[in-house]
């Protein structure tokens, strides 16, 4: 899987390593993660994660580079991985051969695995307090996708979004029509600029192994409509009524010529070629939309639109930072103090400035003005971070969410009944649960 950030884990990926972590279930490594004390007392750490190339490398090894200096007496090795599936199955071989990083990228099913198998530790191991200082500080989202189902707090954020709207402001506007702010709005825009070749929005169910754009909207109308497609502890809801009215909304949009099915990225090509007047994506993939569209129309970016609760909903997306069990209460000091400067204001704040990830903590945007006056759509799109969710963190809900891809090509691609599929997609995902329980 690529490092773009709008791309999110495969189940493949999540699946292979879980058969390696299953094995560890109640012991946990108790070798070091890298060396403790070198010379003159230096305490050296590692941390695996995906951010190998573009701004996400340079960035990160600026902020890393910068910590150094402030604290010479830790060294940090970044450990670069190219995907966050390579990335998992790294972590998950560390644990088994007892020599992980000291910390690493985890997604919040991972950290439910590693969490049970005793092989991460829990914040309050190494900072003392189950809600440490600058906890806080973050948005309320991020702060309910740091702990597990136990309650417990075991992540500290790292790189985090939410799906947002692109579309063509001049488009919209030569057809009388404005940035939607409800999802019957958005049905109405996209039929209305659907003539002369152009297509209101273009989307990518994904395959089984990995969702794509299509599955996150489906997922976002599922919430906005009242219930979300997996309840918190993780039962799967994917023929709730609300996800009735989600795929037959989607299906409306097709059968009108308001909605295409394409592979990689259509929405972001379509939109970029003035085919398209709409794309649904992470906020963070905001430099990949800007470099398809190239200056030819305006951009606009907003939030997701309301459904029929009228409350505004959206999904987090990203990672978050684990420790791994075999640090050393040195590591373990060293790398905290690592992660929180990390999550640090000023450092989000550069963060999400050079690779369009959204700041954990509003403070950061303080110190943003300059790329807040260039990119408004960047202060919009992290105030979802106080009401948006993650999926429940449960092992068998990533390859429930192939499930969810099923009934979208069912729907979309072979004209199949929207309650059908979502019945099937049902049945096969509570047959998911069981299997993963």
Known sequence: MSSNPRLRRTAAGVLAAATVLGALSACSSSSKSSSDAGAGGTTTISFMQIMISGTQKSTLTSLTNAFQQANPNIKVNLEFQPDYGTLHAKETAGVAAHNPPTIGQVYESWAADFAKSQVILPVSQFAG??????????????????????????????????????????????????????????ATAAKAVSTDGVTGISVDPGTTASPGGGTNMFQALCAANGTPDFAPDGTPQLNSPAAVQALTYLADLKKSGALAVGTNYPGETALGAKKGAFDLSSAAGYYFENQAVGGKFTLGTEVLPAGSTGKPSNIISGTNIAMFASASKAQQAAAWKYMQFLASASSQAQWSSTTGYLPVTPKALDQMGDFLAKNPYMKTAAAALDYAIAQ?????????????????????EQGADPASAANAAQQAAVADQKAGQ
């Open 129 to 186: 307090s189950d809600s440490p200082a600058g906890l806080g500080d973050f948005y309320q989202g991020v702060q309910k996708d740091l702990r597990l189902p136990d309650g417990k707090l075991w992540m500290w954020p790292f790189n985090k979004s939410v799906q947002v709207i692109f579309y063509n402001q001049d488009m919209l506007q030569a057809k009388g029509q404005s940035a939607p702010t409800t999802w019957d709005q958005f």
């Open 392 to 412: 429940p963190a449960y092992p068998w809900v990533a390859k429930a969410e192939g499930e969810e891809v099923v009934a979208l090509q069912k729907v979309l």
